[in-house]
Protein backbone atom coordinates (compact mmCIF):
# COMPACT_ATOMS: atom_id res chain seq x y z
CA UNK A 1 0.00 0.00 0.00
CA UNK A 2 1.10 3.54 -0.65
CA UNK A 3 1.86 5.91 1.75
CA UNK A 4 -1.79 7.60 3.44
CA UNK A 5 -2.59 10.66 3.99
CA UNK A 6 -2.03 12.67 7.01
CA UNK A 7 -4.22 13.45 9.41
CA UNK A 8 -3.49 16.44 11.21
CA UNK A 9 -4.11 17.12 15.13
CA UNK A 10 -2.76 19.32 17.72
CA UNK A 11 -0.02 19.27 19.98
CA UNK A 12 2.12 21.06 22.23
CA UNK A 13 5.72 20.34 23.42
CA UNK A 14 8.78 22.66 24.41
CA UNK A 15 11.37 21.66 21.59
CA UNK A 16 11.06 24.03 18.54
CA UNK A 17 13.33 23.81 14.92
CA UNK A 18 12.84 26.81 12.31
CA UNK A 19 13.53 26.15 8.83
CA UNK A 20 14.03 29.01 5.76
CA UNK A 21 13.76 28.24 2.44
CA UNK A 22 16.98 30.81 0.18
CA UNK A 23 20.07 30.86 1.76
CA UNK A 24 17.29 28.95 3.94
CA UNK A 25 18.39 28.34 6.80
CA UNK A 26 17.32 25.39 8.87
CA UNK A 27 17.47 25.98 13.17
CA UNK A 28 16.99 23.29 15.05
CA UNK A 29 18.79 23.66 17.94
CA UNK A 30 18.07 21.95 21.42
CA UNK A 31 21.26 23.61 22.86
CA UNK A 32 21.74 26.93 22.05
CA UNK A 33 25.03 27.64 23.71
CA UNK A 34 26.68 25.12 21.00
CA UNK A 35 25.05 27.21 18.06
CA UNK A 36 27.91 28.05 15.69
CA UNK A 37 26.92 29.64 12.11
CA UNK A 38 29.34 28.85 8.98
CA UNK A 39 30.89 32.21 7.46
CA UNK A 40 28.77 34.30 5.16
CA UNK A 41 29.96 33.20 1.53
CA UNK A 42 28.85 35.35 -1.90
CA UNK A 43 25.96 32.53 -2.94
CA UNK A 44 22.28 32.59 -2.40
CA UNK A 45 20.85 29.74 0.04
CA UNK A 46 18.30 28.40 1.37
CA UNK A 47 17.51 28.73 5.29
CA UNK A 48 15.31 26.58 7.43
CA UNK A 49 15.16 29.64 10.37
CA UNK A 50 13.60 33.59 8.83
CA UNK A 51 15.26 35.56 6.47
CA UNK A 52 14.91 37.21 3.46
CA UNK A 53 12.96 34.52 1.36
CA UNK A 54 12.76 31.65 3.37
CA UNK A 55 10.19 29.41 5.59
CA UNK A 56 10.31 29.02 9.16
CA UNK A 57 9.87 25.51 10.72
CA UNK A 58 8.59 24.94 14.71
CA UNK A 59 8.75 21.90 16.13
CA UNK A 60 7.53 20.70 19.16
CA UNK A 61 6.60 17.40 20.26
CA UNK A 62 2.68 16.12 20.12
CA UNK A 63 0.30 46.02 -18.08
CA UNK A 64 1.31 47.08 -20.12
CA UNK A 65 0.72 45.75 -23.33
CA UNK A 66 4.35 45.69 -24.16
CA UNK A 67 3.86 48.64 -22.17
CA UNK A 68 6.44 51.81 -21.79
CA UNK A 69 7.87 50.52 -25.38
CA UNK A 70 4.66 51.27 -27.02
CA UNK A 71 7.02 50.47 -29.32
CA UNK A 72 6.33 53.18 -31.72
CA UNK A 73 7.51 52.01 -35.61
CA UNK A 74 6.65 48.97 -36.30
CA UNK A 75 7.97 47.92 -39.75
CA UNK A 76 5.41 47.44 -42.26
CA UNK A 77 4.13 44.18 -43.48
CA UNK A 78 1.87 42.99 -46.37
CA UNK A 79 -1.48 41.34 -45.14
CA UNK A 80 -1.56 38.07 -46.13
CA UNK A 81 -4.88 36.40 -47.98
CA UNK A 82 -5.97 33.50 -45.84
CA UNK A 83 -6.94 31.29 -49.09
CA UNK A 84 -9.20 28.40 -48.79
CA UNK A 85 -8.88 24.86 -49.55
CA UNK A 86 -5.60 22.91 -49.35
CA UNK A 87 -4.23 26.91 -48.76
CA UNK A 88 -6.06 27.95 -46.05
CA UNK A 89 -4.29 27.91 -42.96
CA UNK A 90 -4.64 25.72 -40.44
CA UNK A 91 -6.05 26.55 -37.03
CA UNK A 92 -2.46 26.61 -35.62
CA UNK A 93 -1.66 29.60 -37.81
CA UNK A 94 -4.97 31.22 -37.07
CA UNK A 95 -4.05 31.05 -33.13
CA UNK A 96 -0.77 32.48 -33.74
CA UNK A 97 -2.06 35.65 -36.58
CA UNK A 98 -4.52 36.37 -33.89
CA UNK A 99 -1.93 36.81 -31.17
CA UNK A 100 0.61 38.71 -33.83
CA UNK A 101 -2.49 40.89 -34.85
CA UNK A 102 -3.31 41.75 -30.87
CA UNK A 103 -0.14 42.86 -30.73
CA UNK A 104 -0.05 44.62 -34.09
CA UNK A 105 -2.91 46.63 -32.33
CA UNK A 106 -1.62 47.87 -29.95
CA UNK A 107 1.59 49.54 -31.18
CA UNK A 108 1.53 53.16 -32.29
CA UNK A 109 2.47 53.32 -35.87
CA UNK A 110 4.22 56.75 -37.18
CA UNK A 111 1.59 58.54 -39.10
CA UNK A 112 2.11 61.23 -42.31
CA UNK A 113 -0.19 64.18 -42.48
CA UNK A 114 -0.70 62.85 -46.14
CA UNK A 115 -1.63 59.68 -45.74
CA UNK A 116 -4.04 60.21 -42.80
CA UNK A 117 -7.36 60.86 -45.65
CA UNK A 118 -6.05 57.83 -47.65
CA UNK A 119 -5.90 55.80 -44.35
CA UNK A 120 -9.52 57.15 -43.10
CA UNK A 121 -10.84 55.96 -46.56
CA UNK A 122 -9.36 52.71 -46.07
CA UNK A 123 -10.39 52.35 -42.74
CA UNK A 124 -12.56 49.67 -43.58
CA UNK A 125 -10.36 47.31 -45.90
CA UNK A 126 -7.59 47.34 -43.52
CA UNK A 127 -10.01 46.25 -40.59
CA UNK A 128 -11.30 43.40 -42.64
CA UNK A 129 -7.49 42.00 -43.09
CA UNK A 130 -5.41 40.85 -40.15
CA UNK A 131 -2.11 42.38 -40.27
CA UNK A 132 0.58 39.58 -39.74
CA UNK A 133 4.06 40.72 -38.09
CA UNK A 134 7.00 38.49 -38.45
CA UNK A 135 8.17 37.20 -35.28
CA UNK A 136 11.36 36.63 -33.51
CA UNK A 137 12.10 32.69 -33.89
CA UNK A 138 14.13 32.45 -30.37
CA UNK A 139 11.01 34.24 -28.14
CA UNK A 140 8.11 35.05 -30.31
CA UNK A 141 7.69 38.44 -29.70
CA UNK A 142 6.91 40.51 -32.80
CA UNK A 143 9.66 42.60 -34.81
CA UNK A 144 10.39 46.14 -34.41
CA UNK A 145 12.86 48.08 -35.18
CA UNK A 146 12.44 51.17 -32.79
CA UNK A 147 12.42 50.85 -29.12
CA UNK A 148 15.92 49.29 -28.36
CA UNK A 149 15.30 48.01 -25.06
CA UNK A 150 11.98 46.23 -25.97
CA UNK A 151 11.60 42.16 -26.92
CA UNK A 152 11.62 42.14 -30.65
CA UNK A 153 13.87 44.81 -31.44
CA UNK A 154 15.98 44.45 -34.42
CA UNK A 155 18.42 46.87 -36.13
CA UNK A 156 16.93 48.39 -39.13
CA UNK A 157 19.46 47.78 -41.82
CA UNK A 158 19.15 44.15 -40.86
CA UNK A 159 15.41 44.19 -40.70
CA UNK A 160 14.91 45.50 -44.47
CA UNK A 161 17.76 42.78 -45.82
CA UNK A 162 15.65 40.23 -44.17
CA UNK A 163 12.26 41.42 -45.11
CA UNK A 164 13.88 42.02 -48.80
CA UNK A 165 14.55 38.27 -49.07
CA UNK A 166 11.78 37.21 -47.28
CA UNK A 167 14.20 35.87 -44.38
CA UNK A 168 12.38 37.59 -41.47
CA UNK A 169 11.51 34.35 -39.90
CA UNK A 170 15.23 33.59 -39.53
CA UNK A 171 15.91 36.85 -37.29
CA UNK A 172 17.05 36.74 -33.62
CA UNK A 173 15.95 39.89 -31.59
CA UNK A 174 18.77 41.62 -29.81
CA UNK A 175 17.24 40.93 -26.41
CA UNK A 176 17.37 37.14 -27.15
CA UNK A 177 21.35 37.39 -28.24
CA UNK A 178 21.50 39.06 -24.48
CA UNK A 179 19.63 36.03 -23.03
CA UNK A 180 21.85 32.88 -24.86
CA UNK A 181 24.69 34.89 -23.23
CA UNK A 182 23.75 34.23 -19.81
CA UNK A 183 22.20 37.83 -19.23
CA UNK A 184 19.10 38.11 -16.71
CA UNK A 185 16.62 40.22 -18.61
CA UNK A 186 12.98 39.97 -17.26
CA UNK A 187 10.30 41.28 -19.38
CA UNK A 188 6.96 40.14 -17.63
CA UNK A 189 4.95 41.82 -14.70
CA UNK A 190 2.00 42.20 -12.98
CA UNK A 191 0.96 39.19 -10.90
CA UNK A 192 3.15 36.82 -11.28
CA UNK A 193 5.75 38.49 -13.00
CA UNK A 194 9.30 39.48 -11.57
CA UNK A 195 10.97 42.24 -10.28
CA UNK A 196 14.22 44.25 -11.76
CA UNK A 197 14.51 45.72 -15.19
CA UNK A 198 11.56 47.06 -17.33
CA UNK A 199 8.71 44.92 -17.20
CA UNK A 200 6.97 44.83 -20.94
CA UNK A 201 4.02 42.64 -20.99
CA UNK A 202 2.36 41.29 -17.80
CA UNK A 203 1.24 37.68 -16.93
CA UNK A 204 -2.35 38.23 -17.25
CA UNK A 205 -2.02 39.32 -21.04
CA UNK A 206 0.11 36.34 -21.78
CA UNK A 207 -2.25 33.84 -19.76
CA UNK A 208 -4.74 35.39 -21.87
CA UNK A 209 -3.11 34.90 -25.33
CA UNK A 210 -3.34 30.73 -24.55
CA UNK A 211 -6.73 31.21 -23.87
CA UNK A 212 -7.68 30.56 -27.98
CA UNK A 213 -6.68 26.64 -27.16
CA UNK A 214 -10.05 26.08 -25.55
CA UNK A 215 -11.72 26.57 -29.31
CA UNK A 216 -9.05 24.74 -30.63
CA UNK A 217 -8.42 21.10 -32.17
CA UNK A 218 -5.08 20.59 -30.81
CA UNK A 219 -2.87 17.69 -29.26
CA UNK A 220 -1.87 19.60 -25.53
CA UNK A 221 1.92 18.13 -24.57
CA UNK A 222 1.60 19.58 -20.62
CA UNK A 223 4.86 19.84 -18.74
CA UNK A 224 5.18 19.56 -15.12
CA UNK A 225 8.89 20.05 -13.74
CA UNK A 226 9.62 16.87 -11.10
CA UNK A 227 12.03 19.04 -8.57
CA UNK A 228 8.74 21.69 -7.98
CA UNK A 229 5.60 18.76 -9.19
CA UNK A 230 3.22 20.86 -6.88
CA UNK A 231 4.46 24.62 -7.56
CA UNK A 232 4.52 23.69 -11.66
CA UNK A 233 1.76 21.82 -12.23
CA UNK A 234 -0.82 24.32 -13.34
CA UNK A 235 -3.91 24.56 -11.91
CA UNK A 236 -7.56 24.73 -13.63
CA UNK A 237 -5.30 23.78 -16.75
CA UNK A 238 -8.49 22.85 -18.58
CA UNK A 239 -9.53 26.30 -18.59
CA UNK A 240 -6.95 26.94 -21.22
CA UNK A 241 -6.40 23.61 -22.75
CA UNK A 242 -10.77 23.14 -23.12
CA UNK A 243 -11.48 18.88 -23.95
CA UNK A 244 -8.40 18.29 -26.14
CA UNK A 245 -6.17 15.35 -24.94
CA UNK A 246 -3.33 15.88 -22.80
CA UNK A 247 0.31 14.14 -22.48
CA UNK A 248 1.75 14.67 -19.40
CA UNK A 249 4.94 15.48 -19.64
CA UNK A 250 7.38 15.58 -15.82
CA UNK A 251 10.58 17.29 -16.94
CA UNK A 252 14.23 17.27 -15.11
CA UNK A 253 14.04 13.56 -13.83
CA UNK A 254 17.73 13.73 -14.06
CA UNK A 255 17.92 16.38 -11.43
CA UNK A 256 16.79 13.06 -9.10
CA UNK A 257 19.55 11.74 -6.71
CA UNK A 258 21.11 8.87 -7.00
CA UNK A 259 19.72 5.54 -6.95
CA UNK A 260 16.00 6.81 -7.52
CA UNK A 261 13.71 4.11 -9.29
CA UNK A 262 11.61 5.49 -11.92
CA UNK A 263 9.38 3.33 -11.89
CA UNK A 264 8.45 4.17 -8.21
CA UNK A 265 8.19 7.88 -9.21
CA UNK A 266 6.33 7.23 -12.15
CA UNK A 267 3.58 5.61 -10.46
CA UNK A 268 3.58 8.50 -7.90
CA UNK A 269 2.89 10.72 -10.42
CA UNK A 270 0.46 9.30 -11.81
CA UNK A 271 -1.46 8.47 -8.46
CA UNK A 272 -1.18 12.53 -7.49
CA UNK A 273 -2.83 13.32 -11.25
CA UNK A 274 -5.78 11.05 -10.90
CA UNK A 275 -6.36 12.92 -7.15
CA UNK A 276 -6.44 16.60 -9.57
CA UNK A 277 -9.11 14.37 -11.76
CA UNK A 278 -7.06 15.50 -15.49
CA UNK A 279 -7.98 13.11 -17.97
CA UNK A 280 -4.58 12.42 -19.42
CA UNK A 281 -3.27 9.88 -22.07
CA UNK A 282 0.16 9.16 -20.99
CA UNK A 283 2.31 10.14 -18.46
CA UNK A 284 6.00 10.36 -19.62
CA UNK A 285 9.16 11.02 -17.14
CA UNK A 286 11.83 13.07 -19.08
CA UNK A 287 14.87 14.86 -19.45
CA UNK A 288 15.81 16.93 -22.29
CA UNK A 289 19.71 17.09 -21.01
CA UNK A 290 19.88 12.81 -21.51
CA UNK A 291 17.03 12.58 -23.53
CA UNK A 292 15.80 10.28 -21.37
CA UNK A 293 11.71 9.71 -22.09
CA UNK A 294 12.07 11.55 -24.99
CA UNK A 295 11.27 8.82 -27.65
CA UNK A 296 8.43 7.88 -25.80
CA UNK A 297 7.18 11.13 -26.36
CA UNK A 298 7.72 11.06 -30.26
CA UNK A 299 5.76 7.98 -30.65
CA UNK A 300 3.27 9.04 -28.15
CA UNK A 301 2.94 12.31 -30.19
CA UNK A 302 3.15 10.60 -33.58
CA UNK A 303 0.01 8.28 -32.42
CA UNK A 304 -2.35 11.03 -31.11
CA UNK A 305 -1.50 13.41 -33.39
CA UNK A 306 -4.29 12.72 -36.11
CA UNK A 307 -3.39 15.57 -38.63
CA UNK A 308 -4.09 18.40 -35.15
CA UNK A 309 -1.36 20.97 -34.12
CA UNK A 310 1.03 20.17 -31.00
CA UNK A 311 0.96 22.64 -28.44
CA UNK A 312 3.80 22.71 -25.53
CA UNK A 313 2.40 23.94 -22.41
CA UNK A 314 3.57 24.62 -19.06
CA UNK A 315 4.19 26.85 -16.06
CA UNK A 316 7.01 29.26 -16.75
CA UNK A 317 10.49 28.52 -16.78
CA UNK A 318 9.50 24.53 -16.43
CA UNK A 319 11.76 23.45 -19.24
CA UNK A 320 9.46 24.09 -22.43
CA UNK A 321 12.19 25.27 -24.97
CA UNK A 322 14.65 23.03 -23.59
CA UNK A 323 12.19 20.38 -24.25
CA UNK A 324 11.33 21.27 -27.75
CA UNK A 325 15.45 21.71 -28.58
CA UNK A 326 15.17 17.99 -27.58
CA UNK A 327 12.20 16.50 -29.31
CA UNK A 328 12.93 18.11 -32.45
CA UNK A 329 16.62 16.09 -31.70
CA UNK A 330 15.07 13.45 -31.78
CA UNK A 331 12.56 13.98 -34.65
CA UNK A 332 15.45 14.87 -37.08
CA UNK A 333 16.79 11.48 -37.06
CA UNK A 334 14.11 10.14 -39.36
CA UNK A 335 12.31 13.29 -40.55
CA UNK A 336 14.06 16.42 -42.54
CA UNK A 337 11.53 18.80 -41.69
CA UNK A 338 12.19 18.49 -37.91
CA UNK A 339 16.16 18.39 -38.67
CA UNK A 340 15.62 21.61 -41.04
CA UNK A 341 13.72 23.18 -37.63
CA UNK A 342 16.59 23.03 -35.38
CA UNK A 343 18.28 25.47 -36.92
CA UNK A 344 15.81 27.83 -36.19
CA UNK A 345 14.65 26.49 -32.24
CA UNK A 346 13.31 28.58 -29.75
CA UNK A 347 16.32 30.45 -26.95
CA UNK A 348 16.66 28.78 -23.67
CA UNK A 349 17.39 31.04 -20.83
CA UNK A 350 17.33 30.64 -17.03
CA UNK A 351 14.68 33.39 -16.96
CA UNK A 352 11.19 32.99 -16.39
CA UNK A 353 9.28 34.45 -19.09
CA UNK A 354 11.96 34.12 -22.01
CA UNK A 355 8.70 32.77 -24.40
CA UNK A 356 6.60 36.10 -25.19
CA UNK A 357 4.47 35.04 -27.90
CA UNK A 358 3.60 31.66 -29.59
CA UNK A 359 6.26 30.13 -31.84
CA UNK A 360 5.36 28.26 -34.76
CA UNK A 361 7.30 25.02 -35.84
CA UNK A 362 7.67 23.21 -38.77
CA UNK A 363 8.10 20.02 -37.31
CA UNK A 364 6.45 17.39 -38.88
CA UNK A 365 6.61 16.28 -42.01
CA UNK A 366 3.34 14.36 -42.42
CA UNK A 367 1.74 18.24 -41.71
CA UNK A 368 0.58 19.97 -38.55
CA UNK A 369 2.73 22.31 -36.90
CA UNK A 370 4.29 22.57 -33.27
CA UNK A 371 4.13 25.72 -31.25
CA UNK A 372 6.06 26.87 -28.27
CA UNK A 373 3.89 29.04 -26.07
CA UNK A 374 4.43 31.35 -23.34
CA UNK A 375 4.82 29.93 -19.67
CA UNK A 376 1.91 30.40 -17.53
CA UNK A 377 3.28 32.62 -14.52
CA UNK A 378 2.25 31.21 -11.13
CA UNK A 379 2.15 34.51 -8.04
CA UNK A 380 2.51 31.38 -5.55
CA UNK A 381 6.10 30.16 -7.01
CA UNK A 382 9.43 32.02 -4.60
CA UNK A 383 10.49 33.04 -8.21
CA UNK A 384 7.95 35.74 -8.34
CA UNK A 385 8.60 37.01 -5.24
CA UNK A 386 12.52 37.57 -5.30
CA UNK A 387 14.59 40.04 -7.30
CA UNK A 388 15.80 38.74 -11.35
CA UNK A 389 19.34 38.85 -10.03
CA UNK A 390 18.56 36.84 -7.63
CA UNK A 391 16.47 33.55 -9.82
CA UNK A 392 19.61 31.53 -10.81
CA UNK A 393 19.94 30.81 -7.08
CA UNK A 394 16.55 28.86 -7.32
CA UNK A 395 17.19 26.97 -10.26
CA UNK A 396 19.02 23.08 -9.67
CA UNK A 397 21.88 23.19 -11.60
CA UNK A 398 23.03 19.30 -10.84
CA UNK A 399 21.32 16.49 -9.39
CA UNK A 400 20.14 16.74 -5.80
CA UNK A 401 20.91 15.31 -2.73
CA UNK A 402 19.47 14.99 0.46
CA UNK A 403 20.44 17.34 3.29
CA UNK A 404 19.19 15.78 6.85
CA UNK A 405 18.96 17.43 9.41
CA UNK A 406 18.59 16.07 13.28
CA UNK A 407 14.52 17.45 14.99
CA UNK A 408 14.24 14.76 17.70
CA UNK A 409 16.01 11.55 18.44
CA UNK A 410 13.15 9.88 16.88
CA UNK A 411 12.31 12.62 13.58
CA UNK A 412 14.87 13.81 10.86
CA UNK A 413 14.46 16.65 8.23
CA UNK A 414 15.66 16.55 4.83
CA UNK A 415 15.78 19.01 2.25
CA UNK A 416 15.68 18.43 -1.26
CA UNK A 417 16.48 21.78 -3.40
CA UNK A 418 18.97 23.85 -4.97
CA UNK A 419 22.65 23.34 -3.64
CA UNK A 420 23.29 27.35 -4.26
CA UNK A 421 20.36 27.62 -0.62
CA UNK A 422 22.54 26.98 2.27
CA UNK A 423 20.62 25.26 5.74
CA UNK A 424 21.94 27.56 9.07
CA UNK A 425 20.56 26.07 12.16
CA UNK A 426 19.83 27.93 14.87
CA UNK A 427 17.58 27.93 18.55
CA UNK A 428 13.99 28.64 17.67
CA UNK A 429 13.67 31.50 20.39
CA UNK A 430 16.81 33.02 18.65
CA UNK A 431 15.39 32.81 15.30
CA UNK A 432 13.67 36.31 15.48
CA UNK A 433 16.64 37.77 16.14
CA UNK A 434 18.94 36.17 14.01
CA UNK A 435 16.56 36.70 11.01
CA UNK A 436 16.40 40.71 11.28
CA UNK A 437 19.97 40.84 12.01
CA UNK A 438 20.92 38.39 8.86
CA UNK A 439 18.42 39.06 5.99
CA UNK A 440 20.52 41.20 3.11
CA UNK A 441 23.61 39.80 4.40
CA UNK A 442 24.59 36.37 5.29
CA UNK A 443 20.43 35.66 4.70
CA UNK A 444 19.84 36.01 1.27
CA UNK A 445 17.70 36.55 -1.39
CA UNK A 446 17.66 39.53 -1.05
CA UNK A 447 20.47 40.84 -1.98
CA UNK A 448 22.28 42.73 -4.42
CA UNK A 449 20.07 46.06 -5.66
CA UNK A 450 17.04 44.86 -3.91
CA UNK A 451 17.87 46.20 -0.25
CA UNK A 452 16.92 44.21 2.71
CA UNK A 453 14.42 47.36 3.12
CA UNK A 454 12.52 46.78 0.32
CA UNK A 455 11.71 42.86 0.94
CA UNK A 456 8.15 41.64 1.94
CA UNK A 457 9.58 39.69 4.64
CA UNK A 458 7.75 36.54 5.95
CA UNK A 459 4.27 37.55 5.96
CA UNK A 460 2.80 34.18 5.82
CA UNK A 461 2.88 31.75 8.61
CA UNK A 462 1.05 28.10 8.43
CA UNK A 463 1.32 25.47 11.00
CA UNK A 464 1.34 21.96 9.97
CA UNK A 465 0.55 19.02 12.40
CA UNK A 466 2.30 15.71 11.21
CA UNK A 467 1.47 12.21 12.94
CA UNK A 468 3.58 9.41 12.15
CA UNK A 469 1.73 6.29 10.78
CA UNK A 470 4.53 3.67 9.88
CA UNK A 471 8.39 3.75 10.70
CA UNK A 472 8.97 2.03 7.14
CA UNK A 473 8.17 5.39 5.06
CA UNK A 474 8.49 9.00 5.72
CA UNK A 475 5.32 10.09 6.74
CA UNK A 476 5.80 13.21 4.50
CA UNK A 477 6.85 15.71 2.41
CA UNK A 478 6.07 19.50 2.65
CA UNK A 479 6.80 21.17 -0.37
CA UNK A 480 7.17 24.60 -0.98
CA UNK A 481 6.36 26.82 -4.29
CA UNK A 482 9.54 27.03 -6.45
CA UNK A 483 11.94 26.15 -4.22
CA UNK A 484 11.73 22.41 -3.68
CA UNK A 485 10.67 20.14 -0.74
CA UNK A 486 11.63 18.77 3.04
CA UNK A 487 10.91 15.15 3.61
CA UNK A 488 9.73 14.52 7.27
CA UNK A 489 11.37 10.74 8.32
CA UNK A 490 9.49 8.77 11.14
CA UNK A 491 12.94 8.74 13.38
CA UNK A 492 16.47 8.47 12.82
CA UNK A 493 16.93 5.23 12.93
CA UNK A 494 21.05 6.10 13.76
CA UNK A 495 19.58 7.46 17.60
CA UNK A 496 16.66 4.93 17.97
CA UNK A 497 15.74 1.18 18.28
CA UNK A 498 13.07 -0.29 17.00
CA UNK A 499 11.19 -0.48 19.86
CA UNK A 500 11.37 3.05 20.67
CA UNK A 501 10.60 4.17 17.88
CA UNK A 502 7.12 2.29 17.58
CA UNK A 503 6.36 3.70 21.04
CA UNK A 504 6.50 6.84 19.35
CA UNK A 505 4.57 6.23 16.34
CA UNK A 506 1.21 8.19 16.86
CA UNK A 507 2.97 11.46 18.43
CA UNK A 508 2.64 14.63 16.39
CA UNK A 509 5.54 16.51 15.20
CA UNK A 510 4.26 20.83 14.80
CA UNK A 511 5.66 22.56 11.92
CA UNK A 512 5.51 26.30 11.63
CA UNK A 513 6.36 27.48 8.55
CA UNK A 514 7.16 31.35 7.75
CA UNK A 515 7.14 32.55 3.70
CA UNK A 516 6.33 35.30 1.38
CA UNK A 517 2.67 36.15 1.44
CA UNK A 518 2.02 34.20 -2.27
CA UNK A 519 4.55 31.51 -2.17
CA UNK A 520 2.56 27.96 -1.19
CA UNK A 521 3.15 25.39 1.07
CA UNK A 522 2.12 21.90 0.02
CA UNK A 523 1.64 19.11 2.32
CA UNK A 524 2.12 15.73 -0.13
CA UNK A 525 2.35 11.90 0.10
CA UNK A 526 6.44 11.34 0.34
CA UNK A 527 8.20 10.89 -3.28
CA UNK A 528 9.95 7.80 -2.93
CA UNK A 529 13.75 9.29 -4.17
CA UNK A 530 16.51 7.51 -3.67
CA UNK A 531 18.01 4.33 -2.64
CA UNK A 532 15.67 4.17 -0.08
CA UNK A 533 12.83 4.88 -1.86
CA UNK A 534 13.03 1.91 -3.80
CA UNK A 535 12.85 0.00 -0.19
CA UNK A 536 9.29 1.54 1.23
CA UNK A 537 7.35 3.06 -1.48
CA UNK A 538 4.21 0.37 -2.10
CA UNK A 539 2.14 0.39 -5.40
CA UNK A 540 -1.36 0.59 -4.36
CA UNK A 541 -3.86 -2.57 -5.88
CA UNK A 542 -5.89 -1.48 -8.39
CA UNK A 543 -9.10 -2.96 -9.56
CA UNK A 544 -9.98 -3.70 -13.28
CA UNK A 545 -12.10 -0.43 -13.36
CA UNK A 546 -9.36 1.42 -11.82
CA UNK A 547 -6.42 -0.41 -14.40
CA UNK A 548 -8.61 0.93 -17.05
CA UNK A 549 -8.55 4.46 -16.27
CA UNK A 550 -5.51 4.93 -15.04
CA UNK A 551 -2.97 6.89 -17.90
CA UNK A 552 0.30 4.26 -18.09
CA UNK A 553 3.96 5.71 -17.11
CA UNK A 554 6.67 5.47 -19.77
CA UNK A 555 10.84 6.78 -19.11
Known sequence: MAPKPLPISSSSSPLSTSLFPFRHHLVVNPNPSLLKFPPPKPTFFVTICKFGMESQFQTRRQEPNPSSSQMQSYPDTEPEPHGSGAAAP???????????????????????????????????????????LPSCYGCGAPLQTSETDAPGYVDPDTYELKKKHRQLRTVLCGRCRLLSHGHMITAVGGNGGYSGGEQFISAEELREKLSHLRNEKALIIKLVDIADFNGSFVARVRDLTGANPI??????????????????????????????????LSVHLTSSKSLVGIAGVVSEIQKEKKGRDVYILGSANVGKSAFINALLRMLSYKDPVAAAARKYKPIQSAVPGTTLGPIQIDAFLGGGKLYDTPGVHLHHRQAAVVHAEDLPSLAPQSQLRGQTLPVLPETCLTFYGPKALKLHIVATEEADEFYRKEVGGLLIPPSGKQKANDWMGLETRRELQIQHEDVNWPACDVA?????????????????????????????????????????????????????????????ELTEKEEGLRPKWYF
Open 90 to 132: TRGERFLERHQSLSASTMLLPESKKNKKKKKKDKDKVSKVSSV
Open 247 to 280: ILVVTKVDLLPKGTDLNCVGDWVVEATMKKKLNV
Open 480 to 540: ISGLGWISVEPFNKSLSTADKVVEKIGEQLVLAVHVPKPVEIFVRSPIPVGKAGAGWYEFR
